[in-house]
Each structure stands twice: as structure tokens, then as C-alpha cells.
């Protein structure tokens, strides 16, 4: 049985004492739901990646509440400070050299670790009174939509996680940008997010570069970049930003997924219509796409979804890059 805890006093005691005697406890940050525990016990970083059937290729995020933490675990360079006085606490993940303190099992195996400073009041105060550092991947089974809400994580872990924090919808509902900085000279965007390319560019007065493509099968430097990702069960298919005539293949059992709410309804329509917001705002959008994803996956009411992507610019490639792979076969 699962027991939701509030998002404040003595709940998040005893939150943060669940978690100081090794367990898991799922806690809300601005981006999306984290499936949280002590990231430098390897017994509990091996529980999360037993609840939630992630392979071990795929590293975890460490979520920190300070940036002297950050220098216990990896190699702080002034580029990574630069980023962290703009962007900390808020949805920028940095991929660092790690120090031999963090567990292999966190990091894939790889010589980096990705840590974060989250910005939810409620995983800020655990981690401030816990003094942990905490890996938090998305509260789900791996692969499937990420949770932006309590009942998410209910739903999609039910008899697998105990304890669950409701800290409200996430501010967000996409997961953080990631940016690699193993070289500082050479930045890389690996995962786009709430914070843009161009922004971090901005930043650094350097260039940040796409990521190069990674095997599947083989140990990811960050979170996020395998192909198919944040899937609901039935089929996606996707039309571009603006298409202006509706698939021939859509029918009864389908649904429409428009990015802004379409001007002209004439309700005649077999399909059922959604959109992701009314107005075109991407930020509106970016709260709304996985928690219509989960509506319309639940109870196989429909056999296949169609959706239209975001435009490409700003927060809308970050929209793009999980509707890509949701819709990946």
C-alpha cells in the first residue's frame, strides 16, 4: 500500500528519515515526479533501479541542495559555477568528471556524473534536512511518461513504491535540460529542456554543440537520449508544426492532438480533438504533454494518437524531443 505524505512540516520529517535508513520515497521537483534515495548507497541506488526496471546502461541524475556537494562528487570548473549562480536551483542538469565517491552504478559506469540543484520547495527542504545527495530518476517504470502529478506515480507504481510526496503539478512537466561539460572549452547539449540552447550559449559566450547519436545499447552519458523514450503504450504518430491537411488514416478509436487549440471545430468529427494549449504558449504546453499523454493511454480508449509537434524554436524543440521519442517504433 502506498501513503501519500503533504509537501511541508512534519511530513517531510519523516520523509527525510525514511530516506536517512535507505529507503525510497517518490518527491515532486519542477520538472517531473523523482523516484528518490541516497545516490552513494549502492543497495539503494540498485532498489531504484529494480523498482522501476531501468537498465543499467541508462545513469541516474544526482540531485544536490548545494554547490559544495556538487564538488564532493565531480570536478567543478568555472564554466560549471558560471551555470550554476544563473541556473541553480532550476531544470539544468551538468554532466561532470566524477569522483570516485559516487557509485559506478549511478553513472553507468562511466567516468561522469550528472548532477542537479532542484528547485521544488519540498525536494529543496528534504535534501537540506537530509544533508543526502539524491538520485531521483522520473517515478515511473522506465520508458513510460514520466509523472507530473502524485497520482501519476500511483498510478504507475503502485505495489512497487511505499512512500510518495504530493507537492502539487509539476511547474514544468518535461524533464531538465542536460548539458555536458566534460570538456568546458567544448559544451554539449545532450538533453533539450526548460533552459534553451540559446540561453546557455548566452552564458558561456560559446558555442554549445548538438549531441552526437549513442547506440542503445550502450552506457548513455546522460538520461534521455535513448530512442524510444516517455511512451505511452498505444501507437504515436506525429504530423509537423502547422500541417494543414489531417491524416487519411485517421478514424473512429483515434484521437487528435493539436499543439494550440484549432480555430475551426465543426463537430462532426469521428476522431475526439485535445490540444496541448489554448493559446500557443509552449510553457502551457510543455505542463500539459505528459499528463494528456497518460489520459488518453489510460483504460485502451484509443488505438493510436496523432500529434502535432511543437514549433522548433525555443522550448518547442524540447516538446519535440520527447513526442520523437514517444512516437519512435
Given at each position: 500500500?502506498?501513503?501519500?505524505?503533504?509537501?511541508?512540516?512534519?511530513?517531510?520529517?519523516?520523509?527525510?528519515?525514511?530516506?536517512?535508513?535507505?529507503?525510497?520515497?517518490?518527491?515532486?521537483?519542477?520538472?517531473?515526479?523523482?523516484?528518490?534515495?541516497?545516490?552513494?548507497?549502492?543497495?539503494?541506488?540498485?532498489?531504484?533501479?529494480?523498482?522501476?526496471?531501468?537498465?543499467?546502461?541508462?545513469?541516474?541524475?544526482?540531485?544536490?541542495?548545494?554547490?559544495?556537494?556538487?564538488?564532493?562528487?565531480?570536478?567543478?570548473?568555472?564554466?560549471?559555477?558560471?551555470?550554476?549562480?544563473?541556473?541553480?536551483?532550476?531544470?539544468?542538469?551538468?554532466?561532470?568528471?566524477?569522483?570516485?565517491?559516487?557509485?559506478?552504478?549511478?553513472?553507468?559506469?562511466?567516468?561522469?556524473?550528472?548532477?542537479?540543484?532542484?528547485?521544488?520547495?519540498?525536494?529543496?527542504?528534504?535534501?537540506?534536512?537530509?544533508?543526502?545527495?539524491?538520485?531521483?530518476?522520473?517515478?515511473?517504470?522506465?520508458?513510460?511518461?514520466?509523472?507530473?502529478?502524485?497520482?501519476?506515480?500511483?498510478?504507475?507504481?503502485?505495489?512497487?513504491?511505499?512512500?510518495?510526496?504530493?507537492?502539487?503539478?509539476?511547474?514544468?512537466?518535461?524533464?531538465?535540460?542536460?548539458?555536458?561539460?566534460?570538456?568546458?572549452?567544448?559544451?554539449?547539449?545532450?538533453?533539450?529542456?526548460?533552459?534553451?540552447?540559446?540561453?546557455?550559449?548566452?552564458?558561456?559566450?560559446?558555442?554549445?554543440?548538438?549531441?552526437?547519436?549513442?547506440?542503445?545499447?550502450?552506457?548513455?552519458?546522460?538520461?534521455?537520449?535513448?530512442?524510444?523514450?516517455?511512451?505511452?503504450?498505444?501507437?504515436?504518430?506525429?504530423?509537423?508544426?502547422?500541417?494543414?491537411?489531417?491524416?487519411?488514416?485517421?478514424?473512429?478509436?483515434?484521437?487528435?492532438?493539436?499543439?494550440?487549440?484549432?480555430?475551426?471545430?465543426?463537430?462532426?468529427?469521428?476522431?475526439?480533438?485535445?490540444w496541448l494549449t489554448e493559446d500557443g504558449d509552449p510553457t502551457v504546453a510543455a505542463q500539459n504533454?505528459?499528463?494528456?499523454?497518460?489520459?488518453?493511454?489510460?483504460?485502451?480508449?484509443?488505438?493510436?494518437?496523432?500529434?502535432?509537434?511543437?514549433?522548433?524554436?525555443?522550448?518547442?524543440?524540447?516538446?519535440?524531443?520527447?513526442?520523437?521519442?514517444?512516437?519512435?517504433?
Open positions: 500500500m502506498t501513503r501519500l505524505y503533504g509537501a511541508e512540516g512534519l511530513d517531510l520529517d519523516c520523509v527525510t528519515d525514511l530516506l536517512l535508513s535507505g529507503q525510497l520515497v517518490a518527491l515532486p521537483t519542477e520538472t517531473v515526479y523523482g523516484l528518490a534515495g541516497d545516490a552513494l548507497r549502492e543497495d539503494v541506488v540498485r532498489q531504484i533501479f529494480d523498482v522501476k526496471m531501468r537498465p543499467f546502461i541508462d545513469p541516474l541524475i544526482v540531485h544536490i541542495a548545494e554547490l559544495r556537494q556538487g564538488k564532493i562528487l565531480a570536478e567543478i570548473s568555472p564554466e560549471v559555477e558560471l551555470l550554476a549562480g544563473k541556473y541553480w536551483p532550476g531544470p539544468l542538469t551538468m554532466v561532470l568528471r566524477k569522483r570516485p565517491v559516487v557509485p559506478d552504478l549511478v553513472t553507468a559506469g562511466l567516468p561522469t556524473v550528472a548532477i542537479r540543484m532542484p528547485a521544488h520547495q519540498a525536494m529543496r527542504q528534504v535534501l537540506q534536512k537530509s544533508g543526502l545527495c539524491l538520485a531521483a530518476p522520473s517515478a515511473n517504470p522506465f520508458g513510460y511518461v514520466s509523472p507530473t502529478r502524485a497520482q501519476h506515480v500511483i498510478d504507475s507504481l503502485s505495489g512497487r513504491v511505499s512512500h510518495v510526496v504530493d507537492g502539487g503539478d509539476c511547474q514544468h512537466g518535461i524533464e531538465s535540460t542536460v548539458i555536458g561539460l566534460q570538456d568546458p572549452e567544448r559544451p554539449v547539449l545532450l538533453r533539450p529542456g526548460p533552459i534553451g540552447r540559446e540561453q546557455l550559449e548566452a552564458t558561456l559566450d560559446r558555442e554549445v554543440h548538438p549531441a552526437t547519436a549513442h547506440l542503445d545499447k550502450q552506457a548513455q552519458v546522460s538520461p534521455g537520449l535513448l530512442k524510444k523514450h516517455y511512451s505511452p503504450a498505444v501507437n504515436v504518430d506525429l504530423l509537423p508544426h502547422g500541417f494543414s491537411d489531417l491524416p487519411p488514416e485517421i478514424t473512429s478509436g483515434q484521437a487528435m492532438v493539436f499543439f494550440q487549440r484549432p480555430k475551426h471545430i465543426t463537430g462532426d468529427e469521428d476522431y475526439d480533438l485535445f504533454l505528459f499528463a494528456l499523454l497518460r489520459k488518453l493511454d489510460s483504460g485502451s480508449r484509443y488505438s493510436r494518437l496523432w500529434i502535432e509537434q511543437a514549433p522548433s524554436e525555443g522550448l518547442g524543440s524540447a516538446i519535440n524531443d520527447r513526442l520523437k521519442r514517444a512516437a519512435a517504433k
